[in-house]
């Protein structure tokens, strides 16, 4: 099945900094790639996502790229705010399912 | 707006004790899953369900079991637990689409269960 692997585990910036989360995939089929953020105490919720047809979306101050052919994708939160602070998932269509493989997470926090 | 409710946000449990989670959703959604979440481990589905009466095993499975007798509620069974037990448990639906679509998971708060 669909293996995903998360980097970093863990991203401290300063308020106002960039932070980028790396994800790769290894089933060269699937073809949607979604975020989810989720926040103390509460379920992962959707905040951006991408399909193969195109290699970058972006809303307001996040941004996903995508890179087929390294089977690679990218969220990139720009000028990040404290309640941007939280734990981000990638994710990858589980195995032709209509669910989803997680990454492990990336815990990010904001310092003010 | 989707609500995804799990009836029990925190749960202790001895050790052997069978243990129900009940997960519902209000938005007819035809696919349910349980996911188990662990520091370290992300997110990792047990089971998922795309129709009344009908479940598919996910990564893992092994302790578990699940019922889908209505087409809004799901729940997950742990017909008898053990300490390796004690974790946050998702629930989440979705809408079905046709053919390979994938669409946004809309999951609960979670229920945390320890078990002792």
């Known amino acids: 099945g669909e293996n995903v692997e998360q980097h970093p585990s863990t991203l401290s910036v300063q308020e106002g900094d960039s932070a980028v989360i790396k994800c790769t995939y290894s089933?060269?089929?699937?073809?949607?790639f979604p975020w989810y953020k989720q926040e103390l105490g509460k379920g992962p919720q959707l905040i951006i996502d991408i399909r193969s047809n195109v290699g970058e979306k972006k809303d307001q101050r996040i941004a996903v790229t995508l890179n087929k052919t390294a089977k690679h994708f990218s969220l990139h939160i720009t000028e990040t705010q404290p309640e941007d602070s939280a734990v981000y998932f990638c994710a990858a269509p589980y195995s032709g399912y209509s669910t989803l493989t997680f990454g492990k997470g990336t815990m990010l926090l904001v310092s003010p | 707006d989707v609500k995804v409710t799990q009836s029990s946000r925190y749960l202790v449990k001895r050790t052997g004790e069978k243990v129900f989670l009940e997960c519902v959703q209000d938005m007819d959604h035809e696919n349910m899953f349980w996911y188990r979440q662990d520091p370290g481990l992300g997110l990792r589905l047990i089971y998922f369900s795309y129709d009344v009466k009908m479940k598919e095993k996910g990564d893992i499975p092994e302790g578990y079991s699940v019922s889908r007798e209505k087409k809004e509620r799901f729940s997950l069974i742990l017909e008898s637990a053990s300490t390796n037990q004690t974790s946050m448990y998702l629930c989440?639906?979705?809408?079905?689409?046709?053919?390979?679509?994938?669409?946004?998971?809309?999951f609960g708060e979670g229920s945390r269960l320890t078990v002792l």
């Open positions: 089933d060269s089929a699937s073809n949607y």
């Open positions: 989440a639906s979705s809408y079905s689409g046709t053919g390979a679509y994938t669409g946004e998971l809309f």
